[in-house]
């Protein structure tokens, strides 16, 4: 049986790139290699990743990833899909409580 599900997304970043993604439910935002600054619109706290670490937004806000040093960035859905097309930025969400830091 063949799975045409949509497969995660993955993004090199240099210092400064930025991310900008409309919606932040759902998505995990995965780090490979390096540190990126994910940041929730209208939330106080940011959420550092190191690599091997991911965040799973839980809030219909913009989200903002970029990175500190060169890295790698995997955006996927929490059912393994991804909501990105070829040459599109899809968006991830953060929860209202702490974030959720989990080993990929």
Do not use: N
Not at 7 to 13: I, M, S
Not at 20 to 40: E, K, Q, Y
């Amino acid at each position: 049986m063949r799975d045409d599900r949509p497969r995660a997304k993955v993004f090199e970043l240099v210092p400064r790139h930025v991310l900008r993604l409309p919606d932040a439910d759902g998505l995990v935002v995965s780090c490979r290699s390096g540190t990126i600054w994910i940041t929730i619109d209208h939330d106080p706290c940011d959420v550092v990743l190191d690599a091997g670490q991911r965040y799973v937004g839980r809030v219909h806000r913009p989200m903002i990833v970029s990175a500190f040093e060169r890295s790698c960035v995997e955006l996927s859905t929490e059912d393994g899909g991804s909501r990105f097309e070829h040459g599109r930025q899809g968006a991830p969400r953060r929860p209202a409580s702490s974030p959720r830091l989990q080993p990929a």
